[in-house]
């Protein structure tokens, strides 16, 4: 991944969508692991680009990805 401004989306159950912008090093720790989140439905914490740990409950999430494009500068965490 690059060190430019990174989000992690979510798609909710409900049709809802949310970016959470991450740190690299946040980035970097979940991508690996969304597939096994998603599958074992788990609360794990992911770090936001500001350093705070942000929950998120992957029982309630049907699909997951990474990406740097479309990322507000300056934002933790929003709704799209």
Do not use: C
């Not at 980035?27 to 350093?51: C, F, H, I, K, M």
């Not at 990474?66 to 799209?80: A, F, L, M, S, W």
Request: no cysteine.
């Amino acid at each position: 991944m690059s060190t430019s401004k990174q989000a992690l989306v979510l798609y909710v159950v409900g049709g809802g969508e949310i970016w959470l912008a991450l740190s690299p090093e946040g980035a970097a720790e979940a991508e690996p692991r969304l597939s096994q989140y998603l599958r074992s439905g788990v609360t794990q914490n992911v770090t936001g680009a500001d350093g705070t740990a942000m929950a998120v409950n992957f029982a309630h999430v049907v699909a997951a990805y990474i990406t740097t494009e479309g990322v507000p500068k300056g934002t933790v965490g929003y709704n799209r």
